[in-house]
C-alpha cells in the first residue's frame, strides 16, 4: 500500500511562498510610495522653466563673447584641470577683460543658484586671474549675488525638497533660528563665517525657515569675505596647491572659527545680562 502524500506540506509551502510574495509587494509598493521624489509636476515644471530662462541667458551672453578654443574650456573639477584653465584663459582675460568678467560672473552665478558643484575652483581662479582685490571684490558680489538666487528658487520651489533631503537638520535648524530671533543676524553671521552647516543647505532652507531676506543677505555678503578672502589669495598660488583640502587646516578652520565667535558675542553678553 502506498504512503499517502503530504499535500498540506507541499501545497501549504506554496501558499506560504505566495503570501510572502505579496507581504513584500506590499511594503515595497509602500516603501516606493514614501521614498518617490517629493516635488509635483508644477514643481518640476517651474524649476526647468527657471532653469530654462538662466541657461539661454548663460548661452546668449557666451554668443556674444569673441571667439575662443572651446575644446580647452570646462569646468575644473581638480587643481590639475584648474592650472590647465588658468593657462588656456590667461591671455583671452586680459585681451578681452570686460566680457571675460561678463562671462566669468554669469557662470559663477548659474553655478551657485543651481547648486552645481565647482564654485570653490571659480573662486581660485578669480585669484589667479585678477589677484587679491579684484578677484576678492568678485567672488563675494557673485556668491551672494547665486545665494541670493537661490534662496528665491527655494522659496518658490524648494521646501518639499530640503524636507525631504535633510528633515532632522531642517528641524534642528528650525529650532534655533526660533531661539535666536532676536539676535539672528548675529547667529546668520556666524553660520556664514564658519563651516558649521553647508552654504548650500543654508542657502536652500533659510526661506523655509521664515529668515529674512535682508538678514540672509547681510549675512551673506559679510559673512562670506573670510572665506573668500582666503581661497582667492591661495589662487594666486596655484603651483603650491596640490588639493582643495589644502585650503582648509586646522589654523584656516581656527582663524574662521574665532572670527565667527566674535560676531555672536554680542548675543553671549546680551543674554548674560538678561540672566543677570
Not at 45 to 55: I, Y
Not at 121 to 142: I, K, Q, T, Y
Amino acid at each position: 500500500m502506498a504512503a499517502p502524500r503530504n499535500l498540506t506540506g507541499d501545497g501549504g509551502g506554496k501558499l506560504l511562498m505566495k503570501d510572502e510574495e505579496s507581504a513584500a509587494a506590499s511594503s515595497s509598493k509602500q516603501r516606493t510610495k514614501s521614498e518617490r521624489f517629493p516635488l509635483s509636476r508644477w514643481e518640476i515644471v517651474v524649476f526647468f522653466t527657471v532653469f530654462l530662462v538662466f541657461t539661454t541667458g548663460l548661452i546668449c551672453i557666451y554668443l556674444t563673447m569673441p571667439a575662443a578654443e572651446y575644446g580647452k574650456l570646462k569646468l575644473p573639477r581638480t587643481i590639475s584641470d584648474l592650472r590647465l584653465l588658468k593657462e588656456n584663459l590667461g591671455s583671452y582675460a586680459s585681451e578681452y577683460p570686460a566680457r571675460f568678467i561678463l562671462g566669468y560672473c554669469s557662470t559663477y552665478i548659474f553655478m551657485q543658484t543651481f547648486m552645481i558643484p565647482g564654485t570653490i575652483f571659480m573662486s581660485l581662479l578669480a585669484g589667479a586671474l585678477f589677484g587679491v582685490v579684484r578677484g576678492f571684490v568678485l567672488v563675494v558680489l557673485n556668491a551672494t549675488a547665486g545665494a541670493c538666487s537661490c534662496f528665491f528658487l527655494s522659496k518658490l520651489v524648494g521646501r518639499p525638497l530640503v524636507c525631504w533631503l535633510w528633515p532632522e537638520k531642517l528641524r534642528f535648524f528650525q529650532a534655533e533660528i526660533g531661539k535666536r530671533r532676536d539676535k539672528l543676524l548675529n547667529y546668520m553671521l556666524f553660520l556664514r563665517i564658519t563651516p558649521t552647516l553647508p552654504n548650500l543647505f543654508i542657502n536652500l532652507s533659510s526661506p523655509i525657515v521664515d529668515i529674512p531676506f535682508h538678514v540672509f543677505f547681510l549675512a551673506t555678503l559679510v559673512g562670506l569675505m573670510p572665506a573668500s578672502y582666503i581661497t582667492v589669495r591661495a589662487g594666486l598660488a596655484l603651483g603650491d596647491l596640490k588639493s582643495v583640502k589644502d585650503l582648509y587646516d586646522f589654523k584656516t578652520l581656527s582663524v574662521l572659527f574665532l572670527v565667527g565667535s566674535i560676531s555672536i558675542f554680542p548675543a553671549l553678553l546680551k543674554r548674560k545680562r538678561v540672566y543677570e
